[in-house]
């Protein structure tokens, strides 16, 4: 059965970083493009950051863009979200999400284009 699991999150300072992780289990990584997404409270899920199959290839959101960082490891199966200069409005449940797309160039992230969820992890960032 394919899961996605995310971890890292935590209560953090403004200015602070985290390191988010998302963890696959009953299927391969290798193969599938890998979403980060939020959603804050009273808000819509967006799209964070996104990297390809091969790891060649990331998108990112015009609000993280050159403070988050994101990428893989295939053989340990975990892709990670490197979230430096975290700021109370990047505050919300982070989950991780899968694409099949095995030769894909490129990867944006319309949440809508993920069948594959994990369940989410909290990140406050607070003061």
């Known amino acids: 059965q394919l899961q996605l699991v995310e971890s890292g999150g935590g209560l953090v300072q403004p200015g602070g970083s985290l390191r988010l992780s998302c963890a696959a289990s009953g299927f391969s990584l290798v193969t599938f493009t890998i979403g980060w997404f939020r959603q804050a409270p009273g808000k819509e899920r967006e799209g964070v950051s996104c990297?390809?199959?091969?790891?060649?290839?990331?998108a990112y959101a015009d609000s993280v863009t050159g403070r988050f960082t994101i990428s893989r490891d295939n053989a340990k199966n975990t892709v990670y979200l490197q979230m430096n200069s975290l700021q109370p409005e990047d505050t919300g449940i982070y989950y991780c999400a899968a694409q099949f797309r095995p030769a894909q160039a490129l990867c944006d992230i319309p949440p809508t284009q993920y069948p594959y969820w994990g369940q989410g992890t909290q990140v406050t960032v607070s003061s």
């Open positions: 990297v390809t199959s091969n790891g060649g290839s990331t």
